[in-house]
């Protein structure tokens, strides 16, 4: 693709995110607080019936969770919604918009709506933990990746959905199973093994973060692996989202 081909994927983008994303917003800013209500909440459990030392824990899981929801899982029901309901989605089929920069348009346009709840978990990380500012070279990259891997992954089931409601519900099926059920909110040494933290892009998120900022006592095999994992499921759902999503219409 030539740097114009790109330079036009890039604007439409971040068009796409405009007008799905913060004008949605401003319109509606009630929504806002819909991003932040569910990692919160199990934060907030955590810490009353396990104590302040689970606090630390559940917000980096609360980040982790709230990275995926913020166009991964929930990028399934709006996409649903736009190719079946709207016909949006047909639209674009003749546009030079290809299925990776719609779904990074879409995605980015659920960032909008995650960004007070993110702030909110990095000002309680800060005050509870004192992160030190150059972790944060480690922990946005990771949790981009996290973000594209969950946002190509819910495009290309979005695109297997033929009804609207379908969509909806696995977005939350899909939330609870790899959001919130693997070691995401808790340590994984609570477990068996802590290699189960690998079966979620999530909980491989949490993992690592609880290595880098609470320095968990994990085996660097684990830290080695996940990041490895977490780059292959990147690449991989990023190939999936491009070459085997259904672009056109089923319906």
Request: glycine share 8%; proline share 0%; no cysteine.
């Given at each position: 693709m030539s740097l114009q081909?790109?330079?036009t994927q890039i604007k439409s983008v971040l068009v796409f995110a405009w007008f799905y994303g913060w004008l949605a917003v401003v319109r509606e800013p009630f929504w806002l607080v819909s991003s932040l209500l569910n990692p919160l909440s199990i934060?907030?459990?955590m810490t009353v019936f396990g104590g302040v030392h689970y606090m630390s824990f559940g917000l980096l899981g609360g980040l982790a969770m709230a990275v995926?929801?913020?166009?991964?899982?929930?990028i399934i029901g709006?996409?649903?919604?736009?190719?079946?309901?709207?016909k949006f989605q047909s639209m674009l089929i003749n546009t030079r918009l290809n299925p990776i920069s719609y779904t990074l348009g879409l995605a980015l346009s659920e960032l909008t709506y995650a960004l007070p709840g993110l702030a909110v978990f990095i000002i309680l990380m800060q005050l509870i933990m004192h992160v030190p500012a150059s972790l944060y070279l480690l922990i946005v990259p990771i949790l981009t990746l996290e973000w594209v891997t969950a946002s190509m992954l819910g495009f290309?089931?979005?695109t297997l959905m033929n009804d609207v409601r379908y969509g909806w519900s696995l977005s939350g099926i899909l939330g609870f199973?790899?959001?919130?059920?693997p070691p995401v909110f808790y340590p994984a040494y609570l477990l068996p093994t802590p290699y189960v933290a690998l079966v979620s892009p999530v909980s491989i998120v949490s993992t690592v973060l609880q290595y880098i900022v609470l320095r968990v006592n994990y085996p660097?095999?684990?830290?080695?692996?996940?990041?490895?994992?977490?780059?292959?499921?990147?690449?991989?759902?990023t190939i999936l989202a491009l070459r085997k999503s259904r672009w056109r219409?089923?319906?």
């Open positions: 081909g790109i330079w934060v907030v459990i995926s929801s913020s166009g991964g899982f929930t709006d996409a649903t919604y736009l190719r079946l309901e709207l290309t089931l979005s199973l790899l959001g919130t059920l660097l095999t684990l830290i080695r692996l996940s990041i490895i994992t977490l780059l292959a499921e990147t690449v991989v759902f219409s089923i319906r």
